[in-house]
């Protein structure tokens, strides 16, 4: 059980960034499309249990190493569809690493008024350096971080019912035609599952046997649905006030009062670290695995590249964040979740692996 605790907290941490905890997700996806939304919500959710199981089912079966790995064996006789996909899921966490980065510079020049370009440097390094001790700093980071958040946003959702209640009571949330929410629940745990499959594939020396892959699914399926409930009730206490923000969480829980305002700026700045962290994982493996090191010592040539590729996109990450979070969000998410989809057919295409 503590293993499987281990990897639900880490594959938590990878989904909950900057988007979801600060509310600009989960209001695109879900809140725009009323009452269907909260159903989407908890659909998606689901949907994102099943395909963890089925990522750490075919990675137990396949024992592979790597996504590019997986993707060959997979699919033999497609390599330059292999090589597409390789390269689209490459981007997508390269572009994740950069959002989180930009996510977090956002969250404190809105709220303290710092400059967006000392706050991004600033995050480049501290992933730099938990980055560089590999997996186990990521699941140390995860296993102290991830619990502590997932409770204080648990605990907002209680303190909210009260206002959920009377307000569904006096305002009925219009409900769009269905296709628009199904459509869009889809495409959430579509784009997620980009970011998901290459780390899941490093946790599986973790989860050794199929009922283990079904208990972290289901637990991750309860826990994301719990928390995307949460946070869509809070959102309906924002309305007007939370439309141009590229925050809306940290005003919306201002209500609360102050202190809940600054517990809550945690929160926010955790997710977007353990997503950054795991966002730059993915992208640094899937490097590392695409190079071919064929003479000298492998293992340290590997290591050396590693930390090389790295630096460079810890350098490059203040660049981007000037674009803009909340762009960063609305233009590329959507995007990904199609492409997203490709690889959800891919990975459930074979039945034997389910």
């Known amino acids: 059980?503590?293993?499987?605790?281990?990897?639900?907290?880490?594959?938590?941490?990878?989904?909950?960034?900057?988007?979801?905890?600060?509310?600009?997700?989960?209001?695109?996806?879900?809140?725009?499309?009323?009452?269907?939304?909260?159903?989407?919500?908890?659909?998606?959710?689901?949907?994102?249990?099943?395909?963890?199981?089925?990522?750490?089912?075919?990675?137990?079966?396949?024992?592979?190493?790597?996504?590019?790995e997986l993707l060959?064996?997979?699919?033999?006789?497609?390599?330059?569809?292999?090589?597409?996909?390789?390269?689209?899921?490459?981007?997508?966490?390269?572009?994740?690493?950069?959002?989180?980065?930009?996510?977090?510079?956002?969250?404190?020049?809105?709220?303290?008024?710092?400059?967006?370009?000392?706050?991004s440097i600033l995050m480049s390094m501290f992933c730099y350096l938990i980055l560089q001790k590999d997996m186990k700093g990521i699941m140390a980071v995860n296993s102290i971080l991830i619990p502590a958040l997932i409770l204080f946003i648990l605990y907002l959702g209680v303190q909210n019912l009260d206002f959920t209640t009377s307000y569904l009571e006096m305002k009925a949330l219009d409900t769009p035609n269905a296709w628009q929410w199904i459509i869009s629940s889809i495409l959430y745990a579509s784009y997620n599952s980009i970011m998901l499959v290459p780390m899941l594939i490093e946790l599986k020396p973790y989860i050794t046997s199929k009922a283990e892959a079904k208990q972290v699914g289901g637990i991750c399926a309860v826990i994301l649905s719990l928390l995307g409930v949460s946070l869509f009730s809070l959102l309906l206490r924002g309305n007007e006030r939370i439309y141009n923000?590229?925050?809306?969480?940290?005003?919306?829980?201002?209500?609360?009062?102050?202190?809940?305002?600054?517990?809550?700026i945690g929160v926010v700045v955790t997710a977007i670290f353990t997503t950054a962290i795991s966002a730059g994982y993915g992208f640094l493996k899937n490097q590392v695995s695409r190079k071919q090191f064929s003479k000298g010592n492998v293992a340290k040539r590997e290591k050396q590249y590693y930390r090389k590729v790295l630096l460079a996109i810890c350098i490059s990450a203040p660049f981007v964040a000037h674009i803009g979070f909340s762009n960063l969000v609305s233009k590329l998410y959507p995007m990904f979740g199609i492409l997203g989809l490709i690889q959800i057919i891919f990975l459930f295409k074979d039945k034997k692996y389910s």
């Open 245 to 264: 923000l590229e925050l809306p969480m940290i005003e919306i829980v201002k209500d609360f009062g102050a202190i809940y305002s600054y517990l809550y």
């Open 1 to 68: 059980m503590k293993s499987i605790l281990k990897v639900v907290f880490v594959v938590i941490g990878t989904i909950i960034g900057a988007g979801f905890a600060s509310g600009q997700e989960i209001w695109l996806f879900f809140n725009q499309y009323g009452n269907g939304g909260a159903i989407g919500m908890i659909a998606s959710c689901s949907l994102s249990g099943i395909i963890i199981y089925q990522v750490l089912r075919i990675a137990e079966k396949m024992q592979v190493a790597s996504y590019d």
């Open 72 to 119: 060959k064996k997979m699919s033999t006789t497609h390599r330059i569809f292999n090589q597409a996909i390789s390269i689209i899921i490459s981007l997508f966490l390269l572009v994740s690493f950069y959002i989180m980065v930009a996510g977090m510079s956002a969250l404190f020049h809105q709220e303290f008024g710092f400059p967006i370009w000392a706050c």
